[in-house]
T-cell receptor
Framework: KQEVTQIPAALSVPEGENLVLNCSFT??????LQWFRQDPGKGLTSLLL?????REQTSGRLNASLDKSSGRSTLYIAASQPGDSATYLC??????????FGQGTELSVKP | NAGVTQTPKFQVLKTGQSMTLQCAQD?????MSWYRQDPGMGLRLIHY???????DQGEVPNGYNVSRSTTEDFPLRLLSAAPSQTSVYFC??????????????FGEGSRLTVL
């Protein structure tokens, strides 16, 4: 059974810091991995989608990497800003077709 | 651009009542799904559909029914509400349910309280 783990559960950093969020999964037979952002009381917004054949994806200050063999993905946020404060979730798409979510990392960027 | 639209945003029910959460998407997506989000449990898949007329169960299907008569709509029915169904419900859709899914797009959520 696929399990997705995100560590840490919560992270607080000062504005301007570069930071890394971690996501690990137990079954490497995946179609893709997706990173989402969720603001309080809101739905999830897709940030980056990495197909199983890809190693990384970039969008602005965000860079996500995927290492299928070790069952790991990282989301790198450069020059963090208070507006980046949110919960970040990763999700893997199994080859069975189901999307399995991690529990998220709650990020707080202090001015 | 509407994307994924869920109604209602908030609902309070009494135990035993039934109701339907509506979900509609205007992106011509084949794949649609329902999740519930609970503190400490994360997002859990209730039901999903890979196309009109096709539905399947997710991790936590008990107490819920779905149907997919059109590509656009994927309603979630609570047959007899229980306090354990108090949660935030999210509808999500993507281009397809297979390997080349594209991004998953979420609605804003429906917050349900069962008394």
């Amino acid at each position: 059974k696929q399990e997705v783990t995100q560590i840490p559960a919560a992270l607080s950093v000062p504005e301007g810091e570069n930071l890394v969020l971690n996501c690990s999964f137990t079954d490497s037979a995946i179609y893709n991995l997706q990173w989402f952002r969720q603001d309080p009381g809101k739905g999830l917004t897709s940030l980056l989608l990495i197909q199983s054949s890809q190693r990384e994806q970039t969008s602005g200050r965000l860079n996500a990497s995927l290492d299928k063999s070790s069952g790991r993905s990282t989301l790198y946020i450069a020059a963090s800003q208070p507006g980046d404060s949110a919960t970040y979730l990763c999700a893997v798409k199994n080859q069975g077709g189901k999307l399995i979510f991690g529990q998220g990392t709650e990020l707080s960027v202090k001015p | 651009n509407a994307g994924v639209t869920q109604t209602p945003k908030f609902q309070v029910l009494k135990t035993g009542q039934s109701m339907t959460l509506q979900c509609a998407q205007d992106m011509n997506h084949e794949y649609m799904s329902w999740y519930r989000q609970d503190p400490g449990m994360g997002l859990r898949l209730i039901h999903y559909s890979v196309g009109a007329g096709i539905t399947d169960q997710g991790e936590v299907p008990n107490g819920y029914n779905v149907s997919r008569s059109t590509t656009e709509d994927f309603p979630l029915r609570l047959l007899s509400a229980a306090p354990s169904q108090t949660s935030v419900y999210f509808c999500a859709s993507s281009y397809s349910g297979g390997a080349n899914t594209g991004e998953l797009f979420f609605g804003e959520g429906s917050r349900l309280t069962v008394l």
